[in-house]
């Protein structure tokens, strides 16, 4: 697999907190990947960072979420450009972009890009020995109607 990993960085308003303290509590290692974030969210990460000491992080920031950040960075799994994502929603808010949100969930399961929506699923998805593993492919899902005998 890749040394150096592209990964999505994406949280709701009320999630915003723990994304920026995950961020932080694992900046030595995202300093050394790209980061392609919404808005809002690469903004806070940058600033955290910044306030932190931490210097050399690759943030690209994408528009806000109800702005189309979301479907960015959907296009960007599509187009097979996100190694991993990290999307801390906001299960207990109504969303207005709420199919933009679901479109970069569906993305991510049908191009098969490990998606993290809790801090503890990404605390076990970045620090994954995968990652390092030269000869380790992911196998690619396969959609093939179940029949049965």
Known sequence: MKKRLTIALVAHDARKVDMVEWAVFNAAMLSQHKLVCTGTTGGLIQDAFEREGIVGADI?????GPMGGDAEIA?????KQIDFCVFLIDDLSANPHEADIQ?????CRIHN???????YSADLMITSTLWD???YT????????????
């Open 75 to 79: 296009a960007l799994v599509v187009n």
């Open 138 to 149: 992911p196998i690619p899902p396969k959609y093939v109607p179940f029949k049965r005998d």
């Open 60 to 64: 690209t920031r994408k528009n806000s």
């Open 113 to 119: 890009i490990p998606i993290a929506c809790n801090r």
């Open 133 to 135: 593993d030269t000869d």
């Open 103 to 107: 479109m970069l969930l569906r993305q």
